[in-house]
C-alpha cells in the first residue's frame, strides 16, 4: 500500500514542477522557444484546461495555475505518509 501512496507522491510532484516550468516558459516570446519548451505546455495545458474554464483570469493574469498548484498541494498533503521502522 506504501507503494501506492509513494507513487501518487510522486507524480503529484512531477505535474507540479511541470506547471512550474510551463509558467516560467510561458514569459519567453514564442519566437524563442525551442520545441521542447513548446511540448512542455501542451502537456501543462492538458492539465490546465479543465480548471480554465471554471477560473477566469484576473485581467491579463491567469491565476489557473496557482490554484491547481494548491489543490494539488491539499490532495498530496491527504495522501498518508507510510512510515517505515
Do not use: Q
Not at 29 to 34: A, G, L, S
Request: with cysteine; aromatic share 12%.
Amino acid at each position: 500500500m506504501c507503494f501506492i501512496f509513494d507513487i501518487l507522491h510522486s507524480l503529484i510532484k512531477f505535474i507540479e514542477i511541470l506547471i512550474i516550468i510551463a509558467v516560467v516558459l510561458s514569459w519567453i516570446p514564442p519566437h524563442n522557444k525551442p520545441e521542447w519548451a513548446w511540448k512542455i505546455e501542451d502537456l501543462a495545458e492538458y492539465i490546465l484546461a479543465p480548471f480554465r474554464r471554471y477560473i477566469p483570469p484576473i485581467g491579463p493574469i491567469d491565476i489557473t495555475p496557482l490554484i491547481v498548484l494548491i489543490l494539488l498541494e491539499i490532495i498530496d498533503s491527504l495522501i498518508p505518509t507510510c512510515i517505515m521502522f
